[in-house]
């Protein structure tokens, strides 16, 4: 029995979203025919919410520990109804931006499962925005009295915006060849697993319930990301693939950083536990994250020292991994005050290098340090230049980011 029940949004929202997709993701209807072809053991897509159940019925925590969840959006006052609506923004911002993200580079897939599994991501993000859209558009109460229709002002915002429109940094990055897609699995859904995981707890219910489902579709997308890491970088060191280790690492170097930002800034996040929509802070969610992507490249480092070194168990070349001296070309995990937009003061726009040491240089010489640590494709982005003339003009980042 599936762990949760369906529902489908209003005709206006549902036909919206489906003119979004037809203009974005094109390809959906190919992946759709040929869906038991590739996924045989997984229920067919379909574009619909899914309500799974609530981990605890009550609040656990905050202001309201004690008190059952919400049902009603307009029963939540002041601020919180407003934050709230934030965070489901934020999310739904996020999964329509990655459908336009992988779509600009799917054709460059090096094999046919990795552009399948990519259409698979894209499909999942498409019913993950449906699910967001669900959340404000079946609670008649997000339109409150005197107030604007809050729920349609932001789904109409939603399926407006564009790469460079969109909520978070890391999702105006336009990837620029298939190494993006495979990192920005690995690297950006990660991050995303770490909200839906910590929203369990959400105070308002319905998003509360929509956490589960989209999790387990989230794995899936971790999992590609890994294992086209892996192959990429197997590849990489035998001279058999497309790309050399170090274009892997410049990749590793650009996202990265993105995603330490989209945890907010690594010193606040207490409101979002005292309302409970989140049962962590920035920081500790920070922190977690930032070890378990060390996990990641360890394991990926793991599979290289087993490409070079015939006929070794995987934990002989752990061993060479962590001893560390042996190989030089193996993946490494920026330290976290590398090539900050945002955060805390002492590291945002501060010449940070790769392993974390403060450079005694200028702005100027310090864009060409990254010029050598960055692909040359992100340089070419407008997200890079922005970022350039925030540096040379010393202004930080202004406003609230994170989700
Ligand atoms: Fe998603
Ligand atoms: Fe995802």
Known sequence: MA???TQTITPRYHQALLGWQVKNFPELDFLERNWTKFFASQTPFQLFAKIGNLSTESIGQGKFAGQPRFERAGDMVGNMFYAARDIIRAQCSTELASIQQHRLTLEEAPTDPMKVAVLRVMAEELRHAYQMFWVLDHDPSWKKPGHPDIA??????????????HVLDAFNIPFKNFLDNVVFATVIDLVGKYQLEMQKVFAYAPMARSMSPMLSEEGFHIG???TFLRELAIGATTGAGRFSIDDIQKTINAWYPRGLEMFGNERGGETNVQ???KDRTNGTAQGEYIQEVHDVIETTNVSIVQTRVKNISAQEARAIVREGSRFDDLLF?????FFRRR??????????DLKGNLMPISSSQYIDYLAKVLPDRYRATDEFRRYSEQLLGGQAMAGRYGW
Do not use: C, H, N
């Open 343 to 352: 955060g805390p003061a002492e590291i945002v726009m501060q010449p940070y």
């Open 152 to 165: 349609s002002e932001t789904l109409d915002e939603l399926l407006a915006m564009e790469l460079g429109s």
């Open 3 to 5: 762990a949760y029940t």
């Open 275 to 277: 309302f409970s929509f």
């Open 224 to 226: 590609s990301g890994r």
């Open 333 to 337: 995990v920026p330290d976290a005050k």
